[in-house]
């Protein structure tokens, strides 16, 4: 191989690789900004309902479930924060 042949490549790796990432940015702009991402992973989408409906229920009673947020009947004997992980009685729960 002759050295000029080697002169006239030297940056052809280097068009490749921008090349190959304006490719994958675009792919990635569709991507993302394409309503059925939007649908599963945006800000009210499956994935992030669910995700944040678990958080909310393990950070309120102290264990796992997914039930969403529901304003508690007190005058009940049973809700789910009374024997989770983390909160107990000594004594029984009162029946009314």
Same mark, same amino acid.
């Given at each position: 191989?002759d050295?000029?042949d080697?002169?006239?490549?030297? +940056?052809?790796?280097?068009v490749?690789?921008?090349?190959?990432?304006?490719?994958?940015a675009?792919?990635?702009?569709?991507?993302?900004?394409? /309503?059925a991402?939007?649908?599963?992973? +945006?800000?009210? +989408?499956? *994935? %992030?309902?669910? !995700?944040? /409906?678990?958080?909310?229920?393990?950070?309120?009673?102290?264990l &796992?479930?997914?039930?969403p947020?529901t304003k508690?009947? !007190?005058?009940?004997?049973?809700?789910?924060? &009374?024997? +989770?992980? *983390?909160?107990g009685? %000594?004594?029984? !729960?009162? %029946?009314?």
């Open positions: 191989m050295n000029n080697v002169n006239k490549q030297a +940056g052809q790796s280097t490749e690789y921008l090349l190959l990432f304006a490719v994958v675009t792919l990635a702009a569709f991507i993302f900004k394409s /309503n991402f939007d649908k599963i992973f +945006g800000k009210n +989408g499956q *994935f %992030a309902n669910a !995700y944040k /409906n678990e958080l909310e229920y393990t950070y309120r009673h102290g &796992y479930g997914r039930t947020y508690p009947n !007190y005058k009940s004997s049973k809700h789910d924060s &009374y024997n +989770g992980r *983390f909160f009685a %000594a004594d029984p !729960y009162p %029946a009314r």
